[in-house]
Structures are given as C-alpha cells and as structure tokens.
C-alpha cells in the first residue's frame, strides 16, 4: 500500500473550488472537502520538488496557505468513496457509486466509482460539461472524449445514442477506472487509450468533449481542430473565468467559431463549433 501526504489548503468555498480544479492537472490521488479546508492526498513518491513548487505557485496566486503532514498507511480509496455523495444535474442525469441507491427522477441514473480519478460530476467543470451535452446531437455521432477522468462523459455519450466513442487520458489511474466504469454501465462502444492526443487517430469526430484546463486546451487547439468534423461540436471545460477571452480567442484563431457558454461559479465552458 502506498505511504500518503495530506496537502491541508485553508481556503473559502470558492477558493476551495478554484483550487480543486487547478490541482485536479497535477498529482494529487484526492481531495477531500471541508467547510475551512481542502485536503489534498499525494503519494509521498510523486511529491517532488517540480510538484511542491507547483503547488506554491497556485497557492501564491490565490493568498491560500497550507500545511503538509505524512499520513498513515490506510485504504484511501475507501476513504474517499466515503465521502463521495450523489449528484444530480437537474432531471438529466444523476451520478452515483454503485453503494448509493439509484435515481428515480432522472433521464440517466450513472454509476461513477471514481478510484481517485477525477470527474464526478461534483466538480463545476464536469457538472457543466454535462449541461452542456444535454443540448447536443448525440444520436449515431461520433465522439472524442479528450482527458476521459472516470470516463463519465464518454458514458454519458454512450447513453445519448452516440455510435463510437474515443477516449484517452495520460494517467493509468483514469484509463483504468475508464474501463471499469464504462463496463459497470453496459457501455460497449467506448474504447479507451492510454497516452496523450498523439495516440488518437486524426478522423473527424461528430462531437469533443475536452474537459481539460486552460493550458491543454491552449496546447491542443491545432490537434483538436484537425479530428473535428465541418460543423461539429465541441466543448471546452476547466477554463477560470479569468482565462475565458484568451481561451476564446486563441480558439477562434485555431478556426473554431463560438456558439454559448456556460458559467458556474468561478469556472465557464464554452461551446464552439468548425
């Protein structure tokens, strides 16, 4: 069993929400919420020096403070599964782990074991990737899932009719929680690659759902508009909304044309088309 640090972030709620985002692209394993403090799990391995001055640097950015301890040997999955309660998105989906009761009232009732990948729902840039899918034409589309998580928006996909479904993700973590939870939803018609956007071939998707942060995105822009088809969809999420206008610009200037956007908090997706 691995050795763990806790990362303790004294931090507002929505400091809490900014930070949760930002840290989800580095190596923290999980998080967990209170209402003064975000705690942050890191195997005692992965907490280089490049790691901590990571940290430092969005901490100093946001005047949060933190404090590190070494934390015993225990089961952080089953630590993190049980603080991990259901969410619903309005009457379109709710997202649960398969200990919680389904959903009655909703169109899609998911099953999300997260296994410290990040992407639940919780979080308002999943939340609002998946109010933003709602709206879009799934039926028979194909789709790229760029930076899968839990693989939850490939599988909601899947339940909105879509025929093929790509998905990648570089951490192993996430490729294989992808896998088990796109099986624990009967989802055949994903299949999942372990490795950056250099492993997806370069057809022409339907639809792309790149739930990433503004860096990626940023990086990806060329890449992201060579696999979208003439008229087709694509939604940007982990965006600050600090970051909106240079995301957006440096999009149109790839050649993708703005459609909407959607705020939550500090955070805004955006849906774009080619």
């Known amino acids: ?6 990362y303790t972030f004294k931090a507002t709620e929505a400091q809490q929400e900014v930070l949760l985002g930002l840290f989800s692209t580095l190596e923290f394993d999980s998080f967990q919420e209170t209402e003064e403090s975000l705690l942050g799990y890191v195997a005692k391995e992965s ?7 990571e940290v430092q640097q969005i901490c100093q950015k946001f005047d949060v403070t933190y404090q590190v301890e070494v934390m015993p040997e225990q089961n952080w999955n089953a630590l993190w599964e ?10 379109f989906c709710g997202i649960r782990a398969d200990f919680h009761p389904p959903f009655e009232a909703v169109r899609f009732d998911l099953v999300i074991n997260p296994k410290m990948a990040f992407g639940t729902g919780h979080h308002a840039t999943t939340y609002m990737m998946i109010k933003l899918m709602e709206e879009l034409p799934f039926q028979g589309a194909s789709v790229f899932d760029y930076g899968t998580g839990t693989g939850i928006l490939a599988v909601l996909a899947s339940h909105l009719g879509a025929s093929q479904i790509m998905a990648n993700d570089i951490e ?10 796109t ?4 989802v055949d018609n994903v299949e999942v690659l372990h490795g950056d956007i250099s492993l997806i071939p370069e057809e022409e998707y339907d639809v792309i759902l790149a739930n990433i942060n503004r860096n990626v995105i940023l990086e990806s822009l060329p890449a992201l508009y060579l696999r979208l088809q003439t008229e087709g969809h694509i939604l940007f999420s982990g965006i600050l909304q600090e970051d909106e206008h240079l995301v957006k610009t440096e999009a149109e200037k790839a050649g993708f044309i703005f459609k909407s956007r959607e705020q939550k908090q500090d955070w805004i997706a955006l849906q774009m088309t080619k």
């Not at 049980?82 to 009457?91: A, M, R």
């Not at 192993?172 to 939870?181: D, K, M, P, Q, R």
């Open 1 to 6: 069993m691995k050795s763990y640090l806790v």
């Open 47 to 53: 907490d280089t020096p490049d790691f901590q001055a």
């Open 82 to 91: 049980s603080n991990f309660q259901p969410i619903q998105v309005g009457s």
């Open 172 to 181: 192993e973590e996430a490729y294989l929680n992808t896998l088990e939870n």
């Open 183 to 186: 099986k624990n939803n009967g």
